[in-house]
């Protein structure tokens, strides 16, 4: 393809063709010998007529010369619910409305999914909260959806609305979804609006009322609702908490923020300390935070490995993962010392840990060996040293009654030691063991528990976005406005063998490190990010929580609770 691309835009710039180069992110090879030829564009003016058309995804590897020196057209869905609607049915033809032989069900169900397609694609603006990934779904699929539903009416008296869901929510829509927790949110989203309900004209897509399929109409008559809709919609009308609205204001400002971070000058006029003794004292204030790594041959003899005690194991594991990151964030710290002094020459490594450092920001060689987290610089720092003072205790006091779950760097090792003691104290395959999630809201401090339980452990330190706790009820429950973030009460994992999974009563919630959710599959099979799946007593359907994005976190950007609290 390269080859050929070459020989087209030869041919096109001698004798004024216009030549197109499509899916560009496809060629990432390609991508320097591009930007070549468009700069010897300037050199060797082309024919008058020639034209170099040229489509892509976003990438980062794309040239920015290339786009600096071009005229650029962008497609994106239109911002906001009344506005995806609006072009929709804009470019529909009147008759196409009419065109089954039950126009009433088709233009309600049509409707229905012209909604839904605005609605997946405006989550995308709440962030993970939203989807775990950014799908790029796009008029194609909804166009599929509609002549789908055009053939069903036409061959079925009654509709197949089973049917319809499956076909939107598995393959057209669902086809592109390739999260788990997803997959789930994207059945749940379907079932609102291709429903026979919809045929009602009183049926309303949300809570509000606001949203409804209107009455019978033509072109005209369906433009007309659509404008009268609101110009922002609240998060309600995606199933969402209102405190979703202050997530998105805070993820815009923070882009915003790191941006201008990026692009300020390295070198500020001024009597103050330089930007090179700024950032000497801030590493060597860091050096002297940073904690000593830990003696592993003297602590495995301590802990030495038992079949009937696997939390040795997960302890020796832990400290070797964390010894890791310690050695290298001191031995970079020297490194760039010298090389602030002038004794060593600046790597591109040390440059970009120097500029990280300036600018609050975790070193990248730091946190590609570290713990997953989104913290700025020194919180991260606090957070290490809370993380490694947890292990020392373990250490000096032996395996804890109570686990501060968002200490250990690999809690899915943690939770497999749990079971694996269950398994060999009881006799039984590990395989059919699951977890039956306690919840002790009675217990307001991990000092309250003086014993380890007989089975299982108990876990303290997660924190529910999109809900929260309700200590009066004791179950799930709505956030207070304003409430980004709630803690989890103390949870008691206890393992069962052949236990059912409840069908009611209970909203299964997914667990993960870290606010982005989004994870890779890591060599052990696990993802970077989530960490299991909890069940967690509810008295509503679990379709509100799971189109709230309701999920609990290890860690969250700041430190949003006493800090006593984490340790035993």
């Not at 010998?33 to 564009?41: A, H, M, T």
């Not at 309303?204 to 433009?223: C, E, M, N, R, T």
């Not at 300036?358 to 919180?379: A, Q």
């Not at 509810?538 to 984490?566: C, D, H, M, T």
Request: proline share 6%.
């Amino acid at each position: 393809q390269e080859k050929r691309s070459d020989e087209m835009i030869k041919k096109g710039r001698e004798n004024g063709m216009w030549v197109l180069l499509q899916n560009c992110h496809f060629a990432k090879s390609y991508m320097p010998r591009l930007e070549q030829i468009v700069e010897s564009l300037t050199d060797a003016p082309p024919h008058r007529d020639f034209r170099l058309w040229l489509t892509s995804m976003p990438a980062d590897y794309f040239p920015v010369s290339v786009l600096q020196t071009s005229i650029k057209m962008t497609i994106e869905p239109p911002s906001g619910i009344k506005a995806n609607l609006t072009r929709t049915f804009a470019n529909m033809e009147p008759l196409e409305l009419q065109k089954t032989k039950s126009p009433k069900k088709y233009q309600k169900l049509l409707y229905g999914f012209a909604f839904f397609h605005a609605i997946v694609q405006d989550r995308r603006k709440f962030g993970p909260i939203g989807w775990n990934i950014m799908y790029e779904f796009n008029n194609e699929d909804l166009k599929v959806c509609i002549r789908q539903l055009e053939h069903f009416i036409d061959q079925y008296t009654d509709v197949p609305f089973k049917d319809l869901k499956f076909l939107a929510g598995e393959v057209n829509y669902g086809g592109r979804v390739t999260d788990d927790k997803d997959s789930r949110l994207i059945k749940v989203i379907v079932e609102d609006y291709i429903t026979p309900k919809i045929l009602d004209d009183s049926y309303a897509f949300s809570v509000s009322g606001l949203y409804k399929a209107p009455p019978f109409s033509d072109k005209d008559g369906l433009l007309k609702y659509t404008s009268e809709l609101p110009l922002t919609p609240n998060p309600e009308v995606f199933g969402l908490h209102e405190n979703a609205e202050i997530l998105t204001a805070q993820a815009t400002t923070r882009e915003l923020l790191e941006t201008i971070l990026n692009i300020q000058p390295r070198e500020v006029a001024g009597t103050g300390k330089t930007r090179e003794e700024i950032i000497f004292d801030l590493v060597a204030f860091i050096e002297k935070s940073t904690p000593k790594p830990f003696p592993i041959d003297e602590i495995s003899k301590q802990y030495q490995i038992q079949y009937t005690e696997s939390m040795n194991t997960v302890l020796i594991q832990e400290l070797i993962r964390y010894n890791k990151l310690l050695y290298v964030m001191l031995d970079t710290m020297r490194q760039i010392k010298k090389a602030l002094k002038g004794e060593e020459v600046m790597s591109e490594e040390l440059e970009k840990m120097e500029r990280s450092l300036f600018n609050n920001v975790v070193p990248e060689i730091w946190s590609d060996r570290g713990f997953l987290s989104l913290k700025p610089l020194m919180s991260w720092i606090k957070d290490l040293n809370d993380r490694v003072e947890f292990l020392q205790k373990w250490i000096d006091k032996g395996t804890p009654s109570v686990f501060w779950i968002s200490g250990f760097f690999f809690p899915q090792a943690f939770l497999t030691g749990t079971l694996q003691n269950f398994a060999r104290r009881h006799q039984i395959a590990i395989d059919k063991l699951s977890f039956q999630f306690n919840i002790h809201d009675e217990i307001t401090s991990p000092d309250m528990i003086k014993e380890k339980p007989t089975d299982g452990c108990f876990v303290y330190g997660m924190s529910f976005e999109g809900a929260r706790w309700n200590l009066d009820e004791h179950t799930l429950d709505d956030s207070l406005p304003k409430e980004l973030y709630t803690p989890i009460p103390m949870i008691h994992f206890q393992p069962q063998s052949d236990r059912k999974t409840p069908t009611t009563g209970i909203y299964i919630c997914p667990v993960y490190k870290v606010l982005t959710r989004r994870g890779t599959l890591s060599t052990t099979g696990h993802s970077t990010n989530f960490v299991i799946m909890m069940e967690i007593p509810s008295n509503i359907s679990e379709r509100k929580w799971i189109k709230a994005g309701v999920a609990g976190f290890l860690a969250l950007r700041y430190q949003p609770y006493s800090i006593s609290l984490f340790l035993f």
